[in-house]
């Protein structure tokens, strides 16, 4: 009697075995379908049971006769009709209709095709006992894949009918018999499932796709059991997000699928197969956007990105760890890309404190290895006794996972709130940027072998109630995130190039330098596009962030940039650093003792991060950027300059090139003002690295030096450090004019001295002609057309001198003019012909009629077909008032 009553016509559609069996007549509209339902009206359901599993029944392609046939085969089994009987052929009306719930394309009859094998599957299991020990039986699964098939309720919840609803109830409470749908016992057999696929899939990874290849036949080999296991996952979300949550928990599984599918996600997309691509993209998506729906989910979602991040650390070294490595990255990318655009909320604070600390992760991961950095360093002979070129030969690949892992970054810190994103807005008095809670308080465990991060705690802000793996995870993280993101940007992003010094770094690659940018653009302006252009530099916003974060990283880039003291005799230690010279900020007490020491490695990677973060903060952000505490721009260059000397004091030639190109940096970005008390200090230091300079070093010392005296010392062009530094660099131009880079360097830094010093330069002339003469016809084009360059503005600056050395200056014009053929390019003879010909004209300005003599005394000699044009130029010349230097027409 329960059997009909429930069989009777319910608000859900349902009917008897007799009404189903007319609607089904009548929608079919076939002979046979009325000679099926007679003989089930005299003889019974046992032939009609059969016939539904045929043509007319279930395998109909007709909509309505399909639909009908699934609500005569509902009628029966919950009437419990006799003829509901064998294993074997309700196991086939199973499988018909989950192939019907899989594969129609007709939601309706999806849902009623589900809910059916659900109510068939439930007098299977019923009739016959199930072992779960084994596992999730395998018509189950297939159940739970089903309901992957339909509108998935975080994304399409209004569309969602009450047919689809029922349909899903229904499998939940069939799966009640297999296992208790309020445990996460079928989660985790789910989760298994999906980690049994994987690891049956993960040799696949690193394949390059093409239709054919090993790859790809391997992948399709197991891409159906592939296929199905993702379909699972997905079926097991949209049944625990129809429950809300209360039946099927998947908090705890949530970890462990994101991991699998990451990997499963790289496999597919290696071996080409689009279908199980997409599918493990919707599964990922779904975790990210069914987690706020869920109770704990937006925490375990959390969870699950960090430790599938974690879980990459040192697996760089082969190329299958790096594929896996690769993939799981691009899964975690999409997750938190989908998190970022989902409706997450703002009230929960726990899973944002996940997602920092999987940022910290990935921030920390991104520290250039030590072996990358000493192999691809250039210019330090201490480095390359250490350099391995088979991991100089890795190098493109390492950036490769590098980008990869900051666009996982970018991804992750879009789901962080905008205000913790922020840089701090203050130093304090103490010097200290950084604060820690007390280490009793919290368990202590040993710091990573790359250390990077600290966090910044707001006094401000009331502390919350943590839990000990966040109060771990707060304790190990050393920076605060907006530094962590501009440090690494700085070790990636292509700077500013500075006689090879800046430029792309080795370990980077054009992809991770954008990259780079377009997380700072997010993370500093809200924008991933605010960065993504380099030729037209940051916008305001980032430039005073970055510079924020310059002062609160400063003490981290002196710890990395410190000295150890060099043995001397009677075991006594000496110091390279200058006793003038500022002290450097100080970390935490505590925090040096856990630090990696630093090496010629990290000295190196900080000064290239020390040099990109003051040139890319600029001026006037670096003295505006403490401005709001009403303390002067001081505080901050008394935190930056102590960094800058350490790395120009350095040991490491390489180190020193870089610490000189971030001197040149800091003066670009201040005004004298600002450098007035430090002024001193890096004009020494400055000296010093030009005078022991090799040739590797010179040129960014040369503009280092140069560039200081000019904005250090007074307008006055007899000021003693404006004339030292003239003097240092007369004295390499007369000592080292024999090396190539020391000559292609000077003459592009001298004019800069030479326009501060100007008539000054007089009294030296007869040391400066000899180099300048002698590289006017050196083979480097660049430093030949400098030499004229130079030679020019020096003729122009001491005018009055230049007719005692006229006759002298003139064989080396013509020699050089004459051999400008001998030059690479038409283009580069016709700029150094010209270079010539207005140094020429300056001469014959300033010399007059001694000049004239000697080069008209030339033209009784035959004249070289290459000299004519300048014998032509200096005759159009016109001529001068008497002894005045202006120049009058001839009639």
């Known amino acids: 009697s329960g059997g009909a ?3 009777g016509a319910t608000g859900m ?17 076939t002979e046979e379908a009325t000679a099926i339902a007679e003989h089930a009206s005299t003889s019974g359901y046992a032939y009609l049971w059969s016939a539904l599993r045929g043509e ?43 192939a019907i719930a899989r594969d129609d394309d007709r939601p309706d009859i999806r849902s009623v095709a589900l809910r059916v094998a659900a109510e068939v599957l439930t007098v299977r299991w019923r009739t016959k006992l199930q072992n779960y020990d084994s596992g999730l039986p395998k018509d189950a699964a297939s159940l739970i894949a089903a309901a992957a098939a339909g509108r998935y309720p975080w994304e399409e919840a209004d569309l969602i009918d009450e047919d689809e609803r029922d349909a899903r109830a229904a499998v939940i409470d069939a799966l009640d018999l297999v296992a208790s749908t309020e ?79 990451s990997i499963i996600l790289g496999a ?28 704990e989910g937006l925490i375990s979602v959390g969870r699950g990105v960090r430790e599938s991040v974690r879980g990459l650390e040192d697996r760089d070294e082969d190329k299958r760890s790096r594929d896996e490595v690769l993939a799981i990255l691009k899964g975690v990318t999409v997750v938190a890309e989908s998190m970022a655009s989902g409706k997450t909320g703002t009230g929960s604070t726990k899973h944002h404190r996940m997602f920092n600390a ?8 991104l520290e250039p290895p030590s072996s990358i950095v000493a192999s691809t360093a ?44 922020q840089p701090p807005k203050t130093l304090r008095k103490d010097g200290h940027v950084w604060e820690r809670k007390s280490l009793e308080s919290t368990k202590t465990d040993a710091v990573s072998r790359r250390p990077l991060i600290i966090e910044l705690i707001d006094e401000n802000e009331p502390m919350a109630d943590v839990d000990n793996d966040e109060a771990l995870d707060e304790e190990t993280e050393v920076m605060s995130l907006a530094t962590g993101v501009a440090m690494i940007a700085a070790a990636y992003c292509r700077g500013t190039e500075l006689h090879g010094a800046g430029g792309l770094p080795k370990w980077s690659s054009n992809e991770a330098s954008a990259a780079s940018r377009s997380l700072l653009g997010l993370m500093f302006d809200n924008d991933a596009n605010g960065g993504a252009d380099e030729s037209r530099g940051f916008g305001d916003a980032i430039r005073d962030c970055l510079a924020r974060c310059l002062g609160e990283a400063a003490a981290y880039l002196a710890f990395s940039l410190a000295i150890e003291p060099e043995p001397r005799w009677g075991g006594l230690a000496g110091s390279r650093d200058r006793e003038s010279r500022p002290p450097a900020p100080d970390l935490p007490p505590h925090l040096p003792k856990q630090l990696a020491k630093p090496t010629t490695e990290s000295a190196f990677v900080a000064s290239v991060r020390l040099r990109w973060l003051i040139e890319s903060s600029g001026y006037p952000s670096l003295g505006r950027a403490v401005k709001s505490e009403n303390q002067d721009a001081s505080a901050m260059m008394s935190r930056i300059v102590p960094c800058v000397l350490r790395a120009l004091d350095h040991t490491s030639s390489a180190v020193r090139r870089e610490g000189c190109a971030a001197l040149v940096a800091l003066i670009s970005a201040t005004n004298r003002t600002e450098l007035r008390w430090h002024g001193a200090a890096l004009l020494d230091a400055a000296s010093s690295t030009l005078s022991g300079s090799t040739a590797e070093v010179f040129g960014a010392a040369a503009a280092a030096h140069t560039r200081a005296a000019v904005a250090v010392c007074a307008d006055d062009p007899r000021d003693p450090g404006l004339m030292s530094a003239f003097e240092a660099m007369i004295q390499a131009a007369s000592s080292r004019n024999h090396e190539v880079a020391v000559a292609k360097a000077w003459v592009l830094e001298f004019p800069t001295l030479l326009s501060a010093v100007k008539l000054g330069a007089a009294a030296y002339l007869g040391r400066l002609f000899p180099p300048l003469l002698e590289w006017l016809h050196a083979r480097d084009d660049a430093t030949a057309i400098g030499a004229a360059s130079c030679l020019e503005l020096l003729c122009m600056m001491t005018w009055p001198r230049v007719p005692n050395h006229a006759a002298s200056i003139w064989s080396d014009i013509a020699r050089a003019y004459t051999e400008a053929d001998a030059r690479r390019g038409s283009q580069t003879t016709q700029l150094f012909r010209t270079t010539i010909e207005r140094l020429a004209a300056i001469v014959q300005l300033a010399s007059g009629e001694k000049f004239e003599e000697v080069w008209r005394a030339a033209c009784i000699e035959p004249i070289p ?16 008032h008497g002894v005045s230097n202006e120049w009058h027409m001839q009639a």
């Open 5 to 7: 009553a429930r069989g």
């Open 13 to 29: 559609g349902r009917l008897s075995v007799a009404a189903s069996v007319r609607d089904w007549v009548s929608s079919s509209d």
């Open 56 to 98: 007319v029944g279930l395998r109909s392609r007709a909509g309505k006769s399909r639909r009908a046939a699934s609500q005569v085969v509902s009628a029966l089994v919950l009437e419990n009709d006799p003829c509901v009987t064998g294993d074997e052929s309700i196991q086939e009306t199973a499988d018909i209709l989950l």
């Open 183 to 261: 445990s996460p016992e079928i989660a985790n057999s789910i989760a298994r499932r999906v980690a049994t696929a994987c690891e049956k899939v993960k040799e696949f990874l690193g394949a390059d796709g093409t239709r054919g290849s090993i790859g790809a036949r391997g992948f399709a080999i197991h891409s159906e059991v592939v296929s199905e296991a993702v379909k699972t996952g997905i079926g097991l979300l949209v049944l625990s997000v129809s429950s809300g949550g209360l039946r099927l928990p998947v908090a705890g599984v949530m970890p462990q699928l994101v991991l699998s599918t």
């Open 268 to 295: 597919a997309e290696c071996g080409g197969d689009a279908d199980v691509f997409r599918d493990c993209r919707r599964l990922l998506s779904g975790i990210a956007h069914a987690a706020p729906l869920l109770p």
């Open 358 to 365: 999987a940022a910290h992760a990935l921030i920390s991961q």
């Open 378 to 421: 250039r210019g330090d002979p201490a480095l390359d006794l250490l350099a391995d070129p088979s991991v100089a030969a890795s190098a493109p690949q390492l950036a490769e996972i590098a980008t990869a892992r900051i666009r996982a970054l970018e991804a992750t810190i879009s789901v962080v709130p905008a205000e913790d994103r």
């Open 865 to 880: 077909a290459q000299l004519a044009p300048l014998i032509s130029f200096l005759e159009n010349l016109p001529g001068r």
